[in-house]
């Protein structure tokens, strides 16, 4: 398929501050936008970032099948673009296209246009310590139609945005017993809009508290520990690596399955079961449960200081550079920044 490109005039780039980036508030000059009609993937082009016309009864907004990934593009040492295991986010977006009956994307869309946007776009890719380019892929339904059924026309698009580091100290969680993120049968398991939309008010409460995020707990029980915010939740319970399995209501998270892999190759046992709230507040009080971490692209680890549990909080330990999350956080940092060598294939360069 052709990608027709349209330049922009004059880049913007110029007035970005790159030594003050704020996530996901300042985007590169172009995007990719592809449209699906007739039963097909039609065009790819890209054009200057900028505002879209559309109806007012275009479906999306109105019915939300509406789907997104998240992924970090580095600058290394040589200059080069590294991208960090796009190929699961482009196979993870096509499982979230299927739960949400929109059309599946083929890779030379997903993946090639992104090459060749990155291209473009090469000098929006910082180049410095902990900024990367976050990229935006996402797909809505275009259907000028006020009716609840699967739309027959699409866009997709991908923007990037220039970022600085996500999560600096670490987190104040609360663990959440009354909403519920994800239910057995329900759409947890994809990027889909309304799973963020719907997550908004019970983080908002727990923020007025005084916490920065919530851990959501199972919809049936509320008695397992499940996720927090965009990340994944890991533990060291008594030197095991700990973390929910994945299914319904989990995110398979890119991250997740990136720390797993690291964790089994340095010979950690990892543990993918469902822990107890339970388990969890006794093993900080005895000591067993030595780290909990979050794992997911925009923060790759962010170390929890703090679980409040039923207007108690429990304190796990002072991060140390010889955790299990500060050895894992370095790995993989050096491994997108092509620092070391990429024995696992995970680096895609541009
Ligand atoms: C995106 C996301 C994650 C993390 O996935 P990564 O591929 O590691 O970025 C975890 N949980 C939820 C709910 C998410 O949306």
Redesign the pocket.
């Known amino acids: 398929m052709e990608i027709q490109i349209h330049p922009i005039g004059k880049s913007r780039i110029d007035e970005v501050d790159f030594n003050n980036l704020a996530f996901g508030r300042s985007f590169a000059d172009h995007m990719l936008i592809a449209e699906y009609a007739n039963g097909a993937w039609q065009s790819m082009t890209i054009q200057p970032y900028g505002p879209l016309s559309y109806q007012p009864a275009m479906m999306s907004i109105h019915y939300g099948q509406s789907i997104f990934?998240?992924?970090k593009g580095y600058r290394s040492a040589k200059g080069d673009v590294l991208v960090f295991r796009p190929e699961?986010?482009f196979k993870?977006f096509n499982k979230s296209a299927v739960r949400m009956c929109m059309p599946e994307i083929p890779e030379e869309i997903f993946l090639g246009g992104l090459k060749k946007l990155l291209e473009i776009d090469n000098a929006w890719v910082p180049n410095k310590e902990g900024c990367s380019l976050y990229i935006r892929p996402f797909m809505f339904a275009t259907d000028e139609y006020v009716g609840v059924s699967p739309s027959t026309t699409y866009k997709f698009i991908i923007f990037n945005c220039p970022v600085g580091s996500y999560y600096s100290k670490p987190l104040k969680v609360r663990v959440e017993t009354e909403y519920i993120?994800?239910a057995k049968g329900g759409v947890?398991f994809a990027?889909n809009a309304g799973?963020?939309g719907g997550?908004l008010f019970a983080t908002q409460k727990a923020m007025q508290a005084g916490y920065d995020q919530i851990i959501w707990t199972d919809a049936a029980t509320h008695q397992y520990v499940e996720?927090?915010?965009?990340?994944?939740l890991m533990f060291m319970v008594g030197g095991s690596l700990v973390t929910a399995p994945t299914g319904d209501t989990?995110?398979?998270?890119?991250?997740?399955?990136?720390v797993i892999q690291i964790a089994k190759d340095w010979g950690i046992d990892v543990q993918e079961r469902q822990l107890s709230v339970k388990e969890l507040v006794s093993g900080i009080l005895d000591g067993s449960v030595t780290e909990a971490f979050?794992?997911?692209?925009?923060a790759v680890i962010a170390p929890i200081q703090t679980i409040g549990f039923e207007g108690k909080d429990y304190q796990l330990p002072d991060k140390k550079d010889s955790d299990f999350s500060s050895k894992v956080f370095t790995e993989i940092n050096q491994i997108r920044l092509g620092e070391i060598e990429d024995s696992r294939g995970w680096v895609w360069k541009v």
């Open positions: 990934e998240g992924m699961e986010n993870r993120r994800a947890g990027k799973n963020y997550s996720e927090a915010g965009t990340m994944n989990i995110l398979d998270g890119v991250t997740r399955k990136s979050g794992a997911g692209t925009a």
